[in-house]
């Protein structure tokens, strides 16, 4: 069973930075991992993808300020999140691709989330 826990949310002001880290057990080396986010109100949306050999994607609206990465050694995930804006205030959540890159059902095993507020 892949367990995966999320930390590093947070208050920041806009304009601030956060990184986030997911912690991920069982065979992190081979595994492709996602991160989305949830605000209040809405649906859970893709935000930024990793491949196992370190190919990132992300989605328009973060490109330019948030960076994946990963760190195999640590079988850590991050996502280091830079020029914050309230609209990025949601819960984030880490998971692990075994499908389709971008699509929530592409990821099959999910962290608990960690909660991102931005005040403006």
């Known amino acids: 069973q892949v367990q995966l826990v999320e930390s590093g949310g947070g208050l920041v002001q806009a304009g601030g930075s956060l990184r986030l880290s997911c912690a991920v057990s069982?065979?992190?080396?081979?595994?492709?991992m996602g991160w989305f986010r949830q605000g209040p109100g809405k649906e859970r949306e893709f935000v930024a993808d990793i491949s196992w050999s370190g190919y990132s994607t992300y989605t328009d609206s973060v490109k330019g300020r948030f960076t994946i990465s990963r760190d195999n050694a640590k079988n850590t995930v991050y996502l280091q999140m830079n020029s914050l804006k309230p609209e990025d205030t949601a819960v984030y959540y880490c998971?692990?691709?075994?499908?389709?890159?971008?699509?929530?059902?592409?990821?099959?095993?999910w962290g608990q989330g960690t909660q991102v507020t931005v005040s403006s």
């Open positions: 069982g065979s992190f080396s081979t595994y492709a």
């Open positions: 998971a692990v691709r075994r499908g389709t890159r971008g699509s929530i059902k592409g990821y099959d095993y």
